[in-house]
Nanobody, 125 residues
Framework: QVRLVESRGGLVQTGGSLRLSCAAS????????MAWFRQVPGKEREVVSC????????YYADSVKGRFTISRDNAKNTVWLQMNSLKPEDTAVYYC??????????????????WGQGTQVTVSS
């Protein structure tokens, strides 16, 4: 059983930056593909970014490409999401997710087995 604990999000102005972290415990971290999702009320949870078990492969949603960076440190059992040039439309609850690494980066929330509690990110205009 993998437990994921996200750092606190926060309130930031448009154009600002924020870094989220997700600490994992209870499993062999390097054997899990990790992802960040986000969700706003009334909408489906959408993928923001994914990273392979080794950290060598990544995926970004078009909406965040060039602004967000996902990274991981397997020695620290932690994955980060660096968010730059934030926009009001980035406002959402952000979730960290994990699934056993099978060689593919997955964008669908239903394919992830473990989830963090979620953290609110609000970008003011």
């Amino acid at each position: 059983q993998v437990r994921l604990v996200e750092s606190r999000g926060g309130l930031v102005q448009t154009g600002g930056s924020l870094r989220l972290s997700c600490a994992a415990s209870g499993g062999a971290f390097s054997t899990y593909g990790m992802a960040w999702f986000r969700q706003v009320p009334g909408k489906e949870r959408e993928v923001v970014s994914c990273i392979s078990g080794s950290g060598r492969s990544t995926y970004y949603a078009d909406s965040v490409k060039g602004r967000f960076t996902i990274s991981r440190d397997n020695a620290k059992n932690t994955v980060w999401l660096q968010m730059n040039s934030l926009k009001p439309e980035d406002t959402a609850v952000y979730y960290c997710a994990a699934r056993s690494w099978d060689g593919l980066l997955h964008e669908k929330a239903v394919l992830y087995h473990y989830w963090g509690q979620g953290t609110q990110v609000t970008v003011s205009s």
